[in-house]
């Protein structure tokens, strides 16, 4: 399982982070101080400047939205899916963040360690 | 073969034509470039308007609900289904409704019962494993997934890979090797509840199509009753290649249908771009290519028209269904990529659907059996003798 959980490094929500973001396309993972899991989501290809504007426009919507971490990927919807059955897995439910998904199924990958 | 169309044909084909201009093209300025599902209240909305036109559960056999529309009509149709974004392999985001695992018309009373109605009434989904990482163009050989009698029932060991769907699904059609010595008469068809213990999604395979992704699966002793066993003992590899046979036609149809978008793209950009103050369209380099499309869709069209009309006929049609899944595939990509070239830098970009039809085609000649196959396939035909 480890090989496809998100797991580049976290940085602080803040300008300096996010004016270093790339303009590319990708996954990403928003989180409160603690790190739990606030929303995961991606900056596809109708984004405006990729992650460097998918990512705070998704803080915006936590107020405690704290860090964040992102994976840079052309194949960011199935990635997108891959990271929210690996949460499921994880946590039993998705992050609150991603909680609206009319009727649409979560893919269910094995639980770590199983 | 005449292809005229019958009035009825045209009215159809009208229809359709009308509905993917007017219904599904538009929701695509809202949607990602990459998307495969649309918002569920657009998708009820558009499910009402296809049950309305009659046309809903195309590939569902009549006896079952389907329309009765012969297979030719439904190929036409398809042509014209897989012209938007989405289209080769969510063709109108399937609000024409699918008709689930062909295999499950061949199940038993029980099990059409537990499996193919829930999946007809939209309840239950299914996938297909047949690929494993030894191989997927020789499963006779290639199958290493092995099952076990044990009392009444068998116990499934291996592994699949590329099987789509398979996360978000509540069974699957699993064929695994039942008798070692009898290669391609030694596989047996199951049908495996995602709940069984052992059963396990690994991961996602990520792939040039984001959308509709495929997963690797393993069976760790995945214990499965004998009334499971789809079909007979020994027998599951003629349910593959049946299915095999059958699914090229479509599969090529789509194929057809978003080159055909495509030259229609690169035509009207062609007579509106002007280089060196004149428009790209009066240029020989430009107009060659568009005729090369022209040459490249004819071919690919007629041919699977060819196989569907030899299906409806009850005629043997494995030749026909393997040329035109090679000749589509293989010419869809060379049109999808002159057009992009014709537009320049915006065919690269994700404001148009060509970069997506240029990756999404990429598949279309390794998926459903590697082209190289299709010609194995009519090499043996027309030459005869066995595989080597």
Known sequence: MTGIRLTKPWRDLDEVEVALLPGQLGVFEIADEEGSTLELGFAGGHSRFGLRSAIPDAAARHEQAARFRYEVTMQYWSRFEELLAVHVADHGEVPAGNADRGDRRIGRIAAPGS | ?388
Not at chain 2, 98 to 117: N, P, S, T, V
Not at chain 2, 224 to 242: C, K, M, S, T, Y
Request: charged residues 30%; aromatic residues 8%.
């Open chain 2, 1 to 388: 073969m005449d292809f005229e169309l019958s009035t009825e044909q045209k009215l159809i084909l009208e229809t359709v034509r009308r509905f993917v201009r007017e219904e599904i093209a538009p929701l695509e300025a809202d949607l990602d470039p990459d998307a495969s599902e649309l918002p569920p209240h657009h998708r009820e909305r558009l499910v009402a308007m296809t049950k309305e036109l009659g046309f809903y559960g195309l590939d569902i056999p009549e006896e079952y609900g389907g329309p009765g529309i012969d297979l030719t009509t439904r190929t036409l149709m398809a042509f014209e289904m897989a012209q938007h974004r989405a289209g080769l392999y969510a063709p109108c985001y399937g609000v024409f409704g699918g008709a689930g695992l062909a295999q499950l018309y061949e199940a038993d009373d029980d099990q059409k019962e537990r499996y193919l109605y829930p999946v007809l009434r939209g309840e239950k989904r299914g996938f297909f494993a047949l690929t494993e990482p030894s191989g997927g163009s020789d499963p006779a050989r290639a199958i290493r997934t092995t099952a076990v009698r044990d009392g009444d029932d068998w116990i499934i060991d291996g592994e699949k890979t590329f099987i789509s769907g398979a996360d978000k699904a509540d069974f699957g059609i699993v064929f695994a090797r039942t008798d070692p010595e009898l290669g391609r008469k030694g596989i047996t068809c199951f049908l495996v509840d995602t709940d069984m213990p052992g059963f396990r999604v690994r991961r996602i395979v990520h792939t040039l199509r984001s959308t509709h992704y495929a997963a690797e699966l393993e069976f760790n002793r995945v214990r499965v009753p004998g009334r499971n066993v789809l079909g007979e003992v020994n027998q599951g590899f003629a349910i593959a290649n049946d299915r095999l046979s059958r699914n090229r036609i479509p599969y090529a149809a789509g194929c057809v249908g978003v080159a055909l978008k495509a030259q229609e793209m690169a035509i009207a950009y062609a007579k509106t771009r002007k280089t060196f103050g004149d428009y790209l369209s009066t240029r020989q380099a430009v107009q060659w290519m568009i005729v090369d499309n022209e040459i490249d869709l004819r071919t690919a069209r007629a041919l699977t028209l060819e196989a569907a009309a030899r299906a409806d006929a009850g005629k043997p049609f494995r030749t026909e269904a393997a040329i035109c899944k090679l000749v589509a595939s293989e010419g869809a990509s060379r049109v999808v990529d002159r057009a992009m070239q014709i537009h320049g830098g915006y065919g690269m970009t994700k404001d148009l659907p060509l970069e997506r039809w240029y990756r999404e085609l990429r598949i279309r000649r390794v998926g459903e059996g590697p082209n190289e196959i299709q010609r194995l396939i009519v090499a043996r035909d027309v030459i005869g003798g066995s595989f080597h």
